[in-house]
Each structure stands twice: as C-alpha cells, then as structure tokens.
C-alpha cells in the first residue's frame, strides 16, 4: 500500500517552509552556501515548465527513489532514479532539454542530476518545486507508473 498526504498537509508544510525561510536567515545562508559555485546551474520556473510541458518542448526526469514517484509525481515525468542515472545517458536526446526534479528546493537529488547530464553535455535544468508544492499549489499530478 501507498501513502500519500492530503493535499492539506502539503499546503501545510510548503506554509512551514516558507514562514522558515523567510524568519530564519540561516535558511538562505546555507542554501547560498551549498549552490556557491553552480551558478551556471539554471532553475527553471513552474509557469515556464508548465508551458514547455503543453509544447512537448522539454524530458522531466524525477530522480528521487522509485517508491517515490509511484506515490506521485508531475505528469509526463520519467522515472530516473539518481542512482541509475548514469545508465540511462545514452538514451536521453541532448536536442532537447531536460528538467530534473526531486523533493524541493533542499534536495540534493536534482542537482547532482543536473551536473551530471551538463558534465555529459546535456542542457539541464532543476525545478527547485517538488511533488507536494505543486500538490499543495493545486498542480496536475500522476501517481503509479
């Protein structure tokens, strides 16, 4: 059996998250710390993922763990797992870019992704959201395979 939290919870914990970041600068700091040196790294923004998805115009890779995205994930991704990122290089187009995303903006998972497929000559991208922000934002989610 699954779990997933109702859609409450999330709005709830994405609320949490952002009285934090927003009351407690040591939030930023760490974040600024822990990106220093990716700056090349570029975010992409929901609204613009939300219109190159409509356009066929972007792959979204979901990295996290694949219990994880069976629960729920954002519409059209693909199940990569970090872990089995690697593999899976040679299958990816590098017309065409890819967006990796995780857990949420202190995930780890979609930034080691991202370097990897930009190291491979990829044009990656991160969505810094993850699966319960846009469940909490009312977003289009899909969940099993």
Known sequence: MVYRPAPMVCE???SMRRIAETRIT????IKNRFL??????????????LMRIRD???IIL???PP???RAGHIEGAVSVPLEELGLMLAKLPKNQDIVAYCRGPYCVLSIQAVELLN??????LRLEEGVQDWRAMGLPLAAGE
């Open 67 to 69: 219990e994880e995205f």
């Open 12 to 14: 709830f914990f994405l």
């Open 36 to 49: 220093a040196g990716k700056e090349a790294m570029e975010p992409i923004d929901r609204d613009t993922l």
């Open 26 to 29: 040591e939030i930023e700091q």
């Open 56 to 58: 066929e115009a972007v």
């Open 62 to 64: 979901d990295v996290r």
């Open 119 to 124: 190291r491979h000559g990829f044009h990656a």
